[in-house]
């Protein structure tokens, strides 16, 4: 015997599917109804095409089992109208017929049925072709409930995209007004991969066009004053450790030739488990302007102090001479003195 529609109704995790029969002969409609109320389906019943439209307006049913001959509306012209409403279009309609030719099933087909079901039939097969159509109805109303929420979350996705990207445009912009906005060059260093990034204002500062020459770690060290280069590589060193900021000033060479000082200062601002700096960024700052105004404003320094000291050198030997001359005189008014 077949299991009953419980045990179906069960694995949908609802109540037991409602199925309309559709039949205008009582006893094909009793006997059809009889059937799925045993196996434990809900069933309605309607004897005409218009009763069964009205039925379905009222309520939709899970299936619809249809008759195709029956006076005033046929089966056929049923299943279009159904298929026409998009609130009940989705529900499976198998076709119950004593007509047995193939032009009858494309009939069917093309009307919208999802089976075909000729008469007299067997009570197993419409049972198994009901519960098969049954699942998979079940199975499309899920897919779709699940293609819903995927575009829900799809849509909700791509606000959020749209929002960060714009977020994100406007950091940028921000970030490159401020960069236009100071004489600063920026880098961007990848240690482990000596990849790197220089701003043109990077490349300008060293009179550089954007881009000349490839932003590694190596083609900057190479442009360090040789006197310079230990220094910078200890404090790379030091903050890689975690020692200190780093922050040091250095010579780097221009393009042509001449050495221009950099004031350099960076942060390592995302490393790996054990500690390695994975990305370290920074600014160039020219402090030529600044560093030939120190060493002027030390060789004034240094040409004062030497005045200074010729001055009260000077001082002092003419106050020797003074003194030297006022004891000449004392001694002069003592010899007279004496004589006298």
Wanted: hydrophobic share 40%.
């Amino acid at each position: 015997m077949t299991d009953p529609a419980p045990g179906f109704a069960g694995a949908l995790d609802e109540a037991a599917p409602e199925i309309l029969v559709v039949d205008d002969m009582p006893a094909n409609l009793k006997l059809l109804v009889n059937l799925l109320v045993e196996q434990g389906y809900r069933v309605r019943p309607a004897s005409s095409g218009a009763l069964a439209l009205r039925s379905v307006a009222a309520h939709a049913p899970d299936l619809i089992l249809l008759d195709v001959r029956m006076p005033e509306m046929d089966g056929y012209t049923v299943c279009r109208h159904l298929k026409a409403d998009p609130a009940v279009r989705s529900v499976p309609v198998i076709f119950i017929s004593a007509l047995n030719e193939s032009t009858d099933k494309i009939q069917g087909f093309a009307a919208g049925g999802v089976d075909y079901i000729t008469k007299p039939f067997e009570p197993a097969e419409v049972l198994v072709r009901i519960r098969t159509h049954l699942e998979l109805w079940h199975l499309q109303q899920r897919q779709a409930q699940i293609q819903v929420e995927l575009e829900r979350r799809v849509r909700e996705r791509t606000a959020e995209l749209a929002e960060a990207n714009r977020a994100l445009q406007s950091s940028e912009e921000r970030l490159r007004l401020v960069i236009d906005a100071t004489s600063d060059g920026i880098w961007d260093w990848d240690p482990r991969t000596d990849i790197s990034f220089f701003s043109d204002r990077w490349y300008a500062m060293l009179d550089y066009a954007p881009g000349e020459f490839d932003p590694t770690h190596v083609n900057w060290t190479d442009r360090i004053h040789p006197e310079d280069r230990p220094a910078v590589e200890a404090a790379i060193q030091a903050h890689f450790d975690r020692q200190t900021p780093y922050s040091i000033e250095f010579r780097m060479r221009a393009k042509a030739g001449d050495w221009k000082w950099i004031h350099s200062r960076g942060k390592a601002i995302e490393r790996d488990e054990t500690g390695f700096p994975l990305r370290v960024v920074g600014t160039h700052a020219d402090i030529t302007d600044r560093k030939r105004a120190e060493a002027e404003l030390l060789a004034y320094r240094d040409q004062l102090e030497e005045l200074v000291e010729r001055r009260t050198a000077e001082l002092a030997q003419a106050k020797e001479a003074a003194e030297s001359a006022n004891r000449a005189k004392s001694m002069f008014l003592a010899n007279m003195s004496h004589e006298l």
